[in-house]
């Protein structure tokens, strides 16, 4: 069995301290026929309301290996269920009704644990971001039942696309659990079908177009955006759009006032805010940020600045171990000590202003 994505986690760190910032997770929601509406679910805590949520790293992982053996033994089920019900039929008319109560009981086995794939990223590589990682509170198969619920009857197209990936979702996880190398590229073009689709389509009703580009939209995109790798999102074509807020990553970033008197224009992005929130921390999901990040910036030649920030306990206080392990991660994608490009990462302070010259390159190992 592979490394799984929940092992890099320090032993015994508890997930319920995680889900503190809990913020903006979607919710879309049917008022009427054919009327539909995306709201926030306001601050929330998913550790203190869900009594499966997992609470150690320990426990992740014994969930996600259940997960796991639970489908295939599902789908063992179902397939000798279904056998045993063509010779019942075939051979013992009296007893067909019993078994078609087996296959039903199996095959509602099956979508139970078919369930459970998402939000246990069955089929992710381990400490790396893509289409089949995810947690409990963010995972494919959860936002693209928001893509189907919020398109009304006329986007046909994006149901299909939706429809089609969200049918084959799950044996897609089992095929990559198998190392089959081609199950992440198609699903990650599926994805990007159902964006393209979304991006060409408009409701049929006037009232609901403005809602639609303003809001319904640029949250979906940026949802489904959200759980390509690194190196399949494209680029933008202005910093702004990189700016984020609410589940599952806030990430707040501008360009400055002042202007490169050679060039005429800014020459540096500024770096204001950057959170994973909740049971997402861990999984390869900043390191897939932060590297789009460095590419946009790489790509319009600029630098990137902002202060090394680790958080804290409830009291404010930051622990060495937490600088140290965030200026390291900076540093593997680029960054340095302003002022001192030559300061071992180990060494920079908390509250620091760190820089990434424009083309620094990377060697990110995912891990935030």
């Not at 539909?36 to 929330?44: D, F, K, N, P, V």
């Not at 939209?217 to 940026?222: E, F, G, I, V």
């Not at 990430?251 to 006032?257: E, I, W, Y």
């Not at 002022?339 to 509250?351: K, N, T």
Request: glycine fraction near 8%.
């Amino acid at each position: 069995m592979r490394d799984r994505q929940y092992e890099h986690r320090p032993r015994g760190v508890p997930l319920r301290g995680l889900c503190d910032s809990w913020g903006d997770l979607y919710a879309v929601l049917v008022s009427s026929p054919g009327q539909r509406e995306i709201a926030s679910t306001g601050q929330h805590d998913i550790a203190s309301t869900d009594p499966n949520f997992p609470t150690t790293a320990e426990e992740a992982a014994a969930r996600y290996e259940a997960a796991l053996a639970s489908y295939t033994a599902a789908r063992s089920s179902s397939d000798v269920a279904e056998s045993h019900g063509r010779v019942w039929r075939a051979f013992h008319g009296g007893a067909i009704q019993k078994a078609e109560d087996d296959v039903a009981q199996a095959q509602s086995r099956l979508r139970r644990a078919r369930s459970a794939l998402g939000p246990n990223a069955v089929g992710a590589a381990a400490r790396t971001w893509g289409v089949f990682s995810g947690s409990p509170s963010y995972h494919l198969e959860q936002t693209l039942d928001a893509v189907l619920e919020a398109v009304d009857s006329s986007g046909r197209d994006i149901h299909d696309a939706a429809h089609e990936l969200r049918d084959v979702l799950a044996n897609r996880r089992m095929a990559a659990e198998c190392e089959d190398l081609e199950a992440a590229p198609a699903v990650t073009a599926a994805v990007r079908t159902v964006i393209a689709r979304l991006d060409d389509w408009e409701p049929d009703r006037r009232a609901e177009i403005l809602r639609w580009q303003g809001e319904v939209r640029p949250l979906l995109r940026r949802l489904l955006l959200e759980h390509l790798a690194s190196e399949d999102r494209p680029l933008p074509a202005t910093v702004e759009e990189m700016d984020r807020h609410g589940q599952p990553v806030t990430l707040s970033v501008s360009r400055p006032a002042d202007v490169d008197l050679r060039t005429g224009r800014p020459d540096e992005i500024r770096i204001h805010d950057f959170v994973v929130h909740g049971d997402l921390k861990g999984h390869g999901l900043g390191s897939a940020v932060l590297a789009h990040l460095c590419r946009w910036a790489d790509s319009r030649r600029l630098d990137l600045v902002g202060e090394l920030h680790s958080g804290g306990d409830q009291s404010g206080g930051q622990s060495a171990g937490q600088v140290r392990r965030l200026a390291v991660w900076y540093s593997r994608h680029g960054f340095n000590a302003q002022g001192q490009p030559g300061l071992r990462a180990e060494l920079w302070a908390d509250g620091a202003p760190i820089r990434r010259p424009a083309g620094a390159g990377w060697a990110a190992s995912a891990g935030l």
